[in-house]
C-alpha cells in the first residue's frame, strides 16, 4: 500500500531530461554544421577579395610608375620650354639689332646711290662731250681728207674743239681741286672735332671737381646719420654697403634696418641738392652686386636679374622720400664686378653689397 502511494506521488524526470539533452544535441550539431558552412563559405569569398585587392594592387603600382615617368616628362617639357622661352628671346633681341643695323644700311645705301646717280649723270654729260667733240673731229678729218678747199675752215673748227677740250680739261681741274678742297675742309673739321671733345673733357672735370666738394658733404652727412659700422666703408668716390643691411639672401625685399639707412641717405640727399648750382647735372647712382653662387627660382632666373630688381627697388624708395626720380640711375652687373676674386665665404659676403654713388651723368 505504501509503495503505491510512492508511485503515485513520484514523478519521474529523466525521460524528459533525455528528450532535452537529446535536443540540445541535435540543436548543437545543427549549430556547428552551419558555422562550418559559413566559415567554408566566407574562406572562399576571403580568398577571391584577396586575389581582387592584390590585382588593384598592381594596378595601382603600375599607375603610380606611370604618373612618375608623366611627371618627369613634365618636368622635361618644362625644361624645353624654358629654354625654348630663353632662345626665342636671344632671337627677338638678335632680330632687333639686325632690323637696327638694316635700317642704317639702307640709309647709307640709300645716300651712296643718290651720289651715285649725280657723278653718273656728270661723268654721262662728260663722255656725251666728249663723243660729241670726237665725232665733230672725225666729221672734220673726213672732211679735211675730201675737200682741200676747206682746209682753213676745218683748221679753224679743229681750233675751236680743241679750245673745247682744254675747257673740259679745265673743267676736271676745277673739280679735282674742289675735290682736294673738301678733303682739308674734312681734315679741318676733324681737327675741331678733337678740339671740342678736349674743351669737353675739360668741363667735364671742372664739373666732376665742382660736384666733388658736395661729395664729400654727403658723405660725411651719411657717415654721420650711420654711425661707427666696420662693415660700411667708403671707397674713391662710392659708399659700399652690405647687402645684408637692405635685403635677406636671395631676395629683393627691403629689411627694416636698411629702410633707416635710406631714409637717412634721401634726407642728406636733399639737403645737399639745395645747395648744389643747377649747372650740375648730377645723378645718384645706386649700384647692385651679387656673388658668383648661381640662383634660380620662381623669382629670378640670375644673379643679375637679382641685383638689377634690388637697385630697382631702392631707387622706387628713394623716389617716395622725395628724391626727383632723373636725379636717380639704378643698374645691376649681378657677379660680374666682384670686390675679390676668391672662392671663400668671406670673399663672397664682400662681393654681396650695394654702392651708393654721388656723379655727374
Excluded at 19 to 36: A, E, H, Q
Excluded at 327 to 346: I, K, M
Amino acid at each position: 500500500m505504501r509503495l503505491n502511494r510512492k508511485s503515485i506521488y513520484e514523478i519521474n524526470i529523466w525521460p524528459g531530461f533525455v528528450d532535452i539533452l537529446g535536443t540540445l544535441l541535435i540543436v548543437t550539431i545543427f549549430t556547428v554544421l552551419i558555422s562550418t558552412v559559413t566559415q567554408i563559405y566566407f574562406n572562399d569569398q576571403l580568398e577571391v577579395k584577396r586575389g581582387e585587392i592584390s590585382s588593384l594592387d598592381e594596378e595601382l603600382n603600375s599607375l603610380i610608375k606611370q604618373l612618375e615617368i608623366e611627371s618627369k616628362e613634365k618636368k622635361k617639357l618644362k625644361k624645353k620650354v624654358a629654354n625654348l622661352g630663353k632662345s626665342i628671346e636671344l632671337l627677338e633681341k638678335e632680330k632687333l639689332s639686325i632690323t637696327s643695323n638694316l635700317g642704317n644700311l639702307e640709309e647709307d645705301l640709300t645716300k651712296k646711290k643718290y651720289l651715285l646717280k649725280i657723278k653718273d649723270k656728270e661723268i654721262n654729260v662728260l663722255v656725251n662731250e666728249k663723243s660729241d667733240i670726237l665725232d665733230d673731229l672725225q666729221e672734220k678729218n673726213t672732211k679735211l681728207a675730201g675737200l682741200k678747199e676747206e682746209n682753213k675752215k676745218a683748221l679753224l673748227e679743229i681750233y675751236e674743239l680743241n679750245r673745247n677740250v682744254e675747257k673740259l680739261n679745265k673743267r676736271i681741274e676745277d673739280l679735282s681741286k674742289l675735290l682736294l678742297t673738301s678733303e682739308e675742309k674734312d681734315k679741318k673739321n676733324k681737327i675741331k672735332i678733337e678740339n671740342l671733345g678736349k674743351r669737353l673733357n675739360q668741363a667735364l672735370a671742372g664739373k666732376v671737381q665742382e660736384l666733388s666738394e658736395y661729395q664729400s658733404i654727403f658723405f660725411k652727412r651719411i657717415m654721420e646719420a650711420i654711425g661707427d659700422r666696420e662693415d660700411i666703408r667708403v671707397k674713391g668716390d662710392r659708399f659700399i654697403f652690405p647687402s645684408e643691411i637692405f635685403f635677406q639672401s636671395g631676395s629683393d625685399i627691403l629689411e627694416l634696418e636698411g629702410l633707416a639707412k635710406l631714409e637717412n641717405v634721401a634726407k642728406s640727399l636733399k639737403e645737399i641738392s639745395k645747395k648744389i648750382p643747377k649747372k650740375i647735372d648730377w645723378i645718384l647712382r645706386i649700384d647692385g652686386h651679387t656673388d658668383k653662387i648661381p640662383i634660380n627660382n620662381k623669382k629670378f632666373t640670375s644673379n643679375w636679374h637679382l641685383s638689377s630688381s634690388r637697385s630697382i627697388n631702392i631707387v622706387k624708395f628713394l623716389i617716395e622720400q622725395g628724391i626727383p626720380p632723373k636725379r636717380l640711375v639704378a643698374a645691376g652687373f649681378g657677379e660680374y664686378s666682384p670686390l675679390v676674386n676668391e672662392q671663400s665665404e668671406e670673399a663672397f659676403k664682400k662681393n654681396r653689397r650695394i654702392e651708393v654713388k654721388l656723379t655727374t651723368r
